[in-house]
């Protein structure tokens, strides 16, 4: 790793933004979900949400799973669980919406814990959703068309969400608590170890301060192979 991928890294997460996150409802494009994950990452979002479609996702792993290196992508069954959870840490579900119950999408503060909420290509913002949300917004349009396509809607959002948060400096301060930030170093400078790791339960080894570096890669290796049984190697 050059010094100046480790200080990438370790600038980049410094500003996440573990307090906003977005949540698909029963996206299933992978065309438009590569998208919303790669504006989340340029935005400094560490987590989303999916609700997985029920007739499952298109293209999904094959056309976002280069975005997944970056931000992790939580899946569930159904909209209510990730909802409830996230209004129980205090979070503000904001849904993008269309119709005279919105307001301007610049209109609310998002220097608030957020979770900007999608609804499907298809149908839009569900019942559930409707009824789960504390604010609809909407992108004002003068055109035919009602509605932007959802990952470009999405891009329009996050983008006012991104200007709010700058101006307030939060990117200016370490938000991810330690140990995520410790998590996310690992997984994004030594992905190959961190798979294996997770694959067998393992902890992920201690790296050193000044370059990122596995302390005592061949050490703790050899370790490994003393612990596991002689058919499985160490990653390389």
């Keep these: 790793m050059t010094p100046e991928r480790y200080q990438r890294i370790l600038e980049t997460l410094s500003r996440r933004q573990p307090d906003l996150t977005v949540v698909a409802d029963e996206v ?63 979070f503000q579900i904001v849904a993008a919406d269309v119709g005279q119950q919105c ?24 019942h559930t959703a409707s009824e789960l949300c504390d604010h609809k917004i909407t992108i004002p349009m003068i055109g035919m068309v009602e509605s932007l396509n959802v990952s470009v809607a999405t891009a329009v959002i996050l983008q006012e969400i991104y200007h709010q948060r700058n101006d307030a400096n939060l990117y200016g301060t370490n938000q991810l608590s330690s140990d995520l930030q410790q998590k996310r170093f690992f997984q994004w400078a030594h992905p190959k170890v961190a798979e294996f790791c997770d694959e067998k339960g393992l902890a992920y080894p201690p790296v050193r301060e000044s370059d990122g570096e596995i302390v005592n890669a061949s050490q703790w290796y050899q370790s490994v192979l003393n612990s596991l049984n002689p058919t499985n190697r160490a990653p390389m």
């Design 28 to 90: 299933h494009k992978g065309r438009n979900l590569s998208a919303i994950v790669r504006t989340c990452d340029s935005v400094g979002i560490d987590t989303i949400h999916t609700v997985i479609p029920q007739k499952g996702y298109r293209g999904f792993r094959g056309t976002a799973s280069g975005s997944h290196k970056w931000v992790e992508v939580k899946t569930h069954d159904n909209l209510v669980a990730p909802l409830e959870q996230l209004k129980g840490q205090g």
């Design 103 to 126: 307001v301007n999408y610049r209109a609310i503060d998002y220097t608030k814990p957020t979770a900007l909420l999608l609804g499907s290509e298809k149908d839009g913002l569900s």
